[in-house]
């Protein structure tokens, strides 16, 4: 393929795969936050979160890492506030001591930390403003959880940027089926080893916790206990502990896709247990999750890091075609793999980052792996059937604009109920 598309395609899954610890909204906040408290120069006596509506709905009720249990927005403001340290991006919150946590914990006591909705149309927009005596800092972050665009203290400007760093930096508009299909198969495994090696083995390790430990609601766990040790239960019951283990405060990174490590776990584990069942070859795998992980970005690059779409559907999706690719299958199965999975499970909805999350991802790797055998076995749902179009890219192109444009509404009602109550 072409030198330039390769180097392009190559960069795009290095701003893509890249680790985090805990769930990356309020280690968004925590970051925001770390970063005003370092050019403010002391610990704040205020802090103001304000926060677009799907950050709201994707922070208030995970657990932030790191903290010993604590929840939700005003807990990752604090925190990284008095600990966090901006230079590790998304592990930001890896330096916090003990005396941090105490320290934070009186913040909340005090109720130092005020949450309030932004008036925003982003998606992904917080502004986090710190007051100590006189002086004041004011960070805005916008559209990825590392994009930082501005920053001012007692009104002067120190840093200004008129985009997201990380979406200046990759250019996404290679990407379609032909060039990751090509990709897939041409690329020199060594460019991307590191990438996937990290992936497999941080993603691998957090799993594994998931299910030796009791963490929210045990769902990989119980599909294990309930329904057995076969590779369609493993596949899913590995994606759905390491869901269970992030979202309720395990310390283990994760490496994520589209700026979710839920996601980056569903791209991945299923993918990882059918390589070791079916004794795919090291390449076979990484070539089948460099192509899992390409599938998944390129749905979730066009609806936004946020929406009411649940992105564990794109990113199994992404690994039904992994999975059907270690099978053997061709292009077209791969592509009906797609198909089939978008077809079933593209109504569930993101109600926020929480425990039910790794439920979510069990029935989209669910739906992914029936998808897979479906195409398999010569069936795919046909066009006019649904949302399904006549080929993979239109139908890929279909569930974009539902998730784009078709949920807007749909995601003021799920804000509003998880808000408001009603």
């Known amino acids: 393929m072409q030198k330039v598309t390769e180097k392009q395609l190559i960069h795009i899954l290095e701003t893509e795969l890249v680790k985090a610890l805990g769930c990356t909204e309020p280690i968004a906040i925590a970051y925001a936050s770390a970063t005003a408290k370092k050019h403010l120069g002391a610990v704040p006596e205020k802090i103001i979160i304000s926060c677009s509506g799907n950050i709201i709905k994707n922070a208030k009720a995970v657990v932030v890492p790191m903290t010993g249990g604590m929840r939700g927005i005003e807990a990752a403001a604090a925190v990284g506030a008095v600990g966090g340290n901006p230079d590790k991006g998304l592990e930001v919150l890896t330096t916090v001591t003990e005396q941090d946590l105490q320290m934070a914990k009186l913040m909340l006591q005090e109720k130092k930390c005020q949450v309030e909705i932004l008036d925003t149309r982003e998606k992904l927009h917080i502004v986090v403003t710190m007051k100590q005596e006189k002086d004041q800092v004011r960070v805005e972050l916008l559209r990825t959880h590392l994009g930082i665009i501005r920053i001012e203290k007692n009104g002067q400007v120190l840093f200004e940027e008129k985009l997201a760093v990380e979406e200046e930096q990759a250019d996404y508009s290679c990407l379609d089926m032909d060039s990751i299909f090509e990709f897939t198969e041409q690329v020199n495994i060594q460019k991307i080893r590191r990438l996937i090696e990290e992936q497999i083995e941080c993603n691998t390790n957090i799993a594994r916790d998931g299910l030796s430990n009791c963490y929210g609601a045990q769902i990989g766990k119980t599909l294990l206990e309930v329904y057995g040790d076969d590779v369609k239960i493993r596949a899913k019951a590995v994606a759905a502990a390491g869901s269970d283990a992030r979202m309720n405060g395990c310390e283990l990174p994760v490496v994520i896709n589209s700026g979710s490590g839920n996601q980056g776990m569903t791209v991945s584990l299923p993918v990882i247990e059918y390589a070791k069942t079916l004794r795919s070859s090291e390449e ?109 890219q239109k139908t890929v192109d279909g569930v974009v604009t539902l998730a784009k444009d078709g949920m807007k509404e749909t995601d003021e009602v799920i804000l509003n109920i998880m808000v408001q109550g009603s």
């Open 284 to 392: 076979e795998l990484y070539r089948a999750l460099v192509l899992s992980n390409l599938i998944a970005i390129y749905q979730k690059y066009r609806m936004g890091r946020l929406s009411a779409y649940c992105g564990a559907v794109s990113a199994a999706a992404g690994a039904g075609a992994g999975i059907t690719y270690l099978m053997g299958g061709a292009r077209e199965q791969i592509e009906h793999t797609i198909i089939n999975t978008l077809a079933n499970t593209s109504g569930i909805v993101c109600d926020g980052a929480s425990a039910s999350c790794a439920a979510k991802i069990a029935s989209s790797v669910d739906a992914a792996i029936m998808a897979s055998y479906l195409s398999m076995n010569g069936h795919v749902f046909l066009p006019g059937e649904g949302i399904v179009k006549e080929n993979v």
